[in-house]
C-alpha cells in the first residue's frame, strides 16, 4: 500500500491481497518505533484534561433491575437506573453496615441493600452520597474529583463518534495487572500492530506521527530510514496537526482477503486512545479505548481495566443488514477484541513490570 496515496473504496468491502509478504519478511519497524515519539505522545495525553470522569463499563450492562458495580482506584462504586431511567452513581458500600451494593437489586428504581433493606433512589440518604454520573449512550462514567484531582468538568470526554441510530456498537472489558499508562502508550505504539497480531493486521504502514508529521521516509529492508531529515519533527501533516498516528492497515478477514483502511490514533484524555477510520470501509468508525485504575490485587501489583468501544458505520445498503444482526454480531466483536487485548495486556503488563523494576529502556 503507497503511504503517500489515500485508501480507495471498491465496490466490495473486501480485497485480495495479490502478493502477501511473509510475517518474517516484512519490514522491520524497530527503527522507526521510537520510545522517544512514544513517551512523548503519553506525555501529551497525561497532560490534557479529563475533568475526573472514569468508564465504569458499558450502558448495555447497567438494565432496570440490576446496578454495575466497579472498584476504582481502590473506591467502590455502583451505578443504576432511576424510575425514570437516568443514570445514578454513588459509593458501592451501604453507609449501614458496609454491605457490598453491587449484589444488592434495583427495584423500581430504587437500589435495595441485601443486608437488612436499606433503599437507595439515588438523592443523599442515611449518609450515603451521590456522585456525578453520565452516559454516553455506549458507555457509563462516573466522576471521582478525590482521585482525579483535576479541575472538574461537566461531562466527560467522549470523542466524536458517527451517529448511533446508524451504528453497530460493542464493548469489550478486560483486566490486566498494569496501570493505565502501560495500556495508553500500548496503544500509542502502532507499529507493533502487524508482527504482534498478524492473524489481525498486516501489511500495516505508519504514514505520519507526531514528531515526523508529513515525513514517511522509505526504509531499506532492515528497516533503517532513507535519507536526510527522516523522523524530524515540525512538519505540517495530519499528524502534527491531530498529534496522532496515521496508519495505512488491512484488517484480516480469511486468507488473503482483507479490508484495507486508513486510521487516525488520538490520546483526547490521559486514559483514552481513539483509533478513528478516516479513509476505506467503515469511514467515520471509531474503536475506542479507555483505561480504568482499579486498585492493587493481592500481590500488590496495580490493576487497569480495559473498557474497549466498537462503533463502527458504513453507508453501504448492506450495512442496515448488520445493524438488525448487531446482537449475533456483538459476541464475534468483543471476541475479536479479546483475543488482541489477551496480547496488548501482556505487552502492558510487561511494560509495567519492566518500569517497576528500573529495567524499562524506554
Known amino acids: 500500500m503507497n503511504p503517500r496515496r489515500p485508501v480507495r473504496r471498491g465496490r466490495l468491502p473486501l480485497s485480495l491481497r495479490r502478493d502477501p509478504v511473509a510475517w518474517e519478511r516484512q519490514l522491520p519497524t524497530w527503527r522507526e518505533a521510537r520510545p522517544a515519539v512514544i513517551a512523548q505522545a503519553l506525555k501529551r495525553a497525561q497532560a490534557r484534561p479529563s475533568g475526573n470522569w472514569f468508564v465504569v463499563g458499558a450502558t448495555r450492562d447497567v438494565p432496570a433491575d440490576r446496578p454495575l458495580a466497579r472498584t476504582i482506584a481502590g473506591q467502590e462504586v455502583v451505578v443504576w437506573r432511576d ?28 437500589l435495595v441493600c441485601h443486608w437488612h433493606g436499606l433503599a437507595l433512589k439515588g438523592a443523599p440518604f442515611a449518609g450515603w452520597e451521590p456522585l456525578p454520573a453520565y452516559d454516553d449512550g455506549v458507555l457509563v462514567w462516573v466522576r471521582l474529583d478525590d482521585v482525579g484531582g483535576e479541575p472538574p468538568l461537566e461531562t466527560p470526554v467522549v470523542p ?30 502502532p507499529w507493533h500492530g502487524a508482527w504482534f497480531h498478524p492473524y489481525s493486521f498486516v501489511d ?26 527522516a523522523g524530524e519533527a515540525g512538519g505540517e501533516g495530519a499528524a502534527a496537526q491531530e498529534d496522532g498516528f496515521v496508519v495505512d492497515v488491512s484488517f484480516r478477514v480469511a486468507g488473503r482477503l482483507v479490508v484495507p483502511v486508513r486510521a487516525v490514533f488520538t490520546a483526547p484524555e490521559p486514559r483514552t486512545v481513539v483509533m478513528h477510520i478516516t479513509e ?48 449475533l454480531l456483538r459476541p464475534l466483536v468483543r471476541a475479536a477484541a479479546g483475543r488482541l487485548w489477551r496480547d496488548d495486556l501482556a505487552y502492558a503488563e510487561r511494560r509495567w513490570q519492566l518500569r517497576s523494576t528500573g529495567r524499562f529502556p524506554g
Do not use: I, Q, W
Not at 160 to 186: I, K, Q
Not at 204 to 229: M, Q, S
Not at 296 to 321: H, I, L, M, N, Q
Open 83 to 110: 424510575a425514570t431511567g437516568r443514570l445514578v452513581a454513588g459509593p458501592g458500600v451501604c453507609p449501614h453496615l458496609g454491605a457490598p451494593l453491587r449484589d444488592s437489586p434495583v427495584r423500581c428504581g430504587t
Open 280 to 327: 476505506g470501509e467503515g469511514r467515520g468508525s471509531v474503536v475506542e479505548t479507555h483505561a480504568t485504575p482499579l486498585g492493587p490485587d493481592d500481590r500488590g501489583r496495580p490493576r487497569t481495566a480495559v473498557v474497549e468501544a466498537v462503533v463502527a458505520a458504513s453507508d453501504r445498503p448492506g450495512f442496515a443488514v448488520a445493524r438488525r444482526m448487531s446482537p
Open 160 to 189: 466524536p463518534r458517527p451517529a448511533l441510530t446508524r451504528a453497530v456498537t460493542a464493548v469489550y472489558v478486560g483486566v490486566g495487572a498494569c496501570e493505565p499508562e502501560d495500556v495508553v502508550a500500548n496503544r500509542l505504539d
Open 204 to 229: 500495516l504502514t505508519v504514514v505520519d506521527t507526531p514528531a515526523t508529521a508529513g515525513k514517511a521516509p522509505a526504509r531499506t529492508e532492515d528497516g533503517e530510514a532513507k535519507g536526510e531529515g
